[in-house]
């Protein structure tokens, strides 16, 4: 079964600190594992995905196939990243996208 | 092009009515699919379309929805005999998959459908 669990609903930290939203899957094969974003009143958008291996807004995010895990991190939180995160997995070719219940990212001053 | 678009942005209807939403896809665009979305869970795939192939559906399209791509470019959802269930917002998304390059093909999401079913 394809699945994706995001463990926490809502994650708090304050400006500055270390983050890390957590993202477990469970898939048989190759996934293709993405991190999405949606910012207040915004549409959802592709933060970024294991494949391409780069950091985007000081967010990265390592594979990790042993413990099947895919968390995202960014060593110092910014307020600019309050937003709801979700974590996606995918087969090849990019088909269908299978969510993770998504976490909240809030980021206080 | 200003990305995806879906209309109506917002709709209520009564239990028992049917719902048609349109999405229009980034242009050229030859992948779109259609997910749902409720409160306090992530998207939910629904179904997909290669050009006006409709190529998966997902067991949660019961018989009252069908999708539709007639011309490989827009596409319309339409919910029959609405009921309270249906409730969420319906995301569509485009992507352009080369086959040749067999290359990610990132999707991009419109801005949702929020339905509400009286």
């Known amino acids: 079964a394809q699945r994706v669990t995001q463990p926490e609903k809502l994650l708090s930290v304050f400006k500055g600190a270390p983050v890390e939203l957590k993202c477990n899957y469970s898939?048989?094969?190759?996934?293709?594992l993405f991190w999405y974003v949606q910012y207040s009143r915004q549409r959802l958008q592709l933060l970024l995905r294991h494949i391409s291996r780069e950091s985007i807004k000081g967010f990265t995010a390592d594979l990790n196939k042993g413990e099947t895990s895919f968390h995202l991190k960014k060593p110092f939180a910014q307020e600019g990243d309050s937003a709801m995160y979700y974590c996606a997995l995918s087969g090849r070719y990019g088909n269908k996208l299978v969510f993770g219940a998504g976490t909240i990212l809030r980021v206080k001053s | 092009d200003t990305g995806v678009s879906q209309d109506p942005r917002h709709k209520i209807t009564k239990r028992g009515q049917n719902v048609t939403f349109r999405c229009d896809p980034i242009?050229?665009?030859?992948?779109l699919y259609w997910y749902r979305q409720t409160l306090g869970q992530g998207p939910e795939f629904l179904t997909y379309?290669?050009?006006?192939?409709?190529?998966?559906k997902s067991r949660l399209l019961s018989d009252r929805f069908s999708a539709e791509r007639p011309k490989g470019s827009f596409s319309t959802l339409e919910i029959q005999r609405t009921e309270q269930g249906d409730s969420a917002m319906y995301l569509c998304?485009?992507?352009?998959?080369?086959?040749?390059?067999?290359?990610?093909?990132?999707?991009?999401f419109g801005p949702g459908t929020r339905l509400t079913v009286l």
């Open positions: 998304a485009s992507s352009f998959l080369d086959l040749r390059a067999s290359s990610y093909n990132e999707q991009f």
């Open positions: 242009s050229e665009h030859n992948r």
């Open positions: 898939y048989s094969g190759s996934p293709e």
């Open positions: 379309f290669q050009n006006e192939a409709q190529l998966e």
